[in-house]
């Protein structure tokens, strides 16, 4: 779609849609295929009955401006969402992205998202059996760009993706607000080799009743493992049981700054007990060169097996004031 350059666009929806058979009707402005936005011009969606843009394909940003306030999605995609220019701002009151079985890929321009569940995600969990097509990967690779993200529900996800993350350039502010919520999630490998991060937390630990267990907010959580690599990371979880970094497999620091404040007092609900920790892994935690600062409620470190400090790597950890 050309966005003609000097021009305002305009599109709206009603609360309900006149279903039509055979036909499709999921947002504002909804395509079959592809959507490609170039040139310089304005498009500002309103959606009050469904999802604001959506593509039963992918969605491509070259250039222009574009802006969504949804009561549903902002932006809904079947296959990808690829940035590369331009300046999207969504305001939705359930996910400000949503992937649903492929990747994101983000190289420049100005993305701004403030959202109710996720941030931006790619969610292919499986179909509705819970059988799981090998050839999609529902990855996030941020190679530039500025990306601003605020979410605001329970157990929500600034950013998340169902396989691997990766970050190699720009700046991200993951900010999540909710009850037992991530500002950064990686349900497999997180790879942070260049670029700015800064991820915020303010939420306190969630109790579930389904699984009676404590949720406890996290700036980063990844399910495999982490590496940071020539980074400026800073890290904060404000919220009662918070972790800076909450991770599974081994973590490795190498040449970056990293900065991790865990401020919220230990959790409780009767028996159970969620504590604050500035960095947790049930794996390995190496840091190679760089520097790290640790401030935490709890303990600064909770390594699960070898803790490694190499190649003059500077380490400062402090109890925050009880």
Not at 119 to 143: F, Q, R, V, W
Not at 160 to 170: D, E, K, Q, V
Not at 232 to 260: D, M, Q, R, W
Not at 291 to 304: A, C, I, K, P, W
Request: charged residues 20%; glycine residues 16%.
């Amino acid at each position: 779609m050309e966005l003609a350059d000097g021009t305002t666009n305009k599109l709206a929806d009603g609360t309900t849609y006149t279903m039509t058979t055979g036909e499709d009707q999921k947002g504002t402005f909804f395509s079959e295929g592809q959507l490609i936005f170039s040139d310089n011009g304005s498009l500002d969606v309103q959606s009050v009955g469904g999802h604001g843009i959506v593509s039963d394909d992918y969605v491509r940003m070259r250039n222009g401006n574009i802006t969504v306030n949804s009561v549903r999605d902002g932006i809904n995609t079947n296959d990808c969402f690829i940035m590369y220019g331009g300046t999207v701002n969504v305001t939705a009151q359930q996910d400000g992205l949503d992937i649903g079985k492929g990747y994101v890929e983000i190289g420049g321009g100005k993305l701004i998202v403030n959202a109710i569940d996720e941030g931006i995600t790619a969610s292919y969990e499986g179909d509705d059996a819970g059988n799981i097509d090998p050839l999609i990967t529902p990855y996030i690779d941020i190679k530039g760009g500025l990306i601003k993200i605020t979410t605001t529900g329970e157990k929500g996800h600034a950013v998340r993706a169902m396989s691997s993350l990766s970050m190699t350039g720009g700046i991200v502010q993951a900010t999540a607000k909710g009850a037992g919520a991530k500002a950064v999630m990686s349900e497999g490998n997180m790879s942070l080799t260049g670029g700015k991060l800064t991820a915020l937390t303010e939420g306190n630990a969630l109790y579930e009743a389904d699984t009676q267990e404590l949720s406890s907010a996290a700036a980063l959580r990844s399910k495999g493992t982490l590496k940071m690599e020539n980074m400026i990371v800073g890290l904060k979880s404000t919220g009662t049981g918070g972790k800076g970094i909450n991770n599974i497999g081994n973590v490795t620091l190498k040449n970056s700054t990293v900065t991790v404040v865990a401020s919220g007092a230990n959790h409780k609900h009767n028996a159970l007990d969620s504590r604050s920790h500035g960095i947790e892994t049930d794996g390995s935690l190496t840091l190679d060169g760089g520097s790290l600062h640790v401030r935490s409620y709890g303990e600064t470190l909770l390594v699960g097996t070898a803790l490694t400090f190499m190649n003059s790597a500077t380490y400062a950890g402090y109890q925050v004031d009880k």
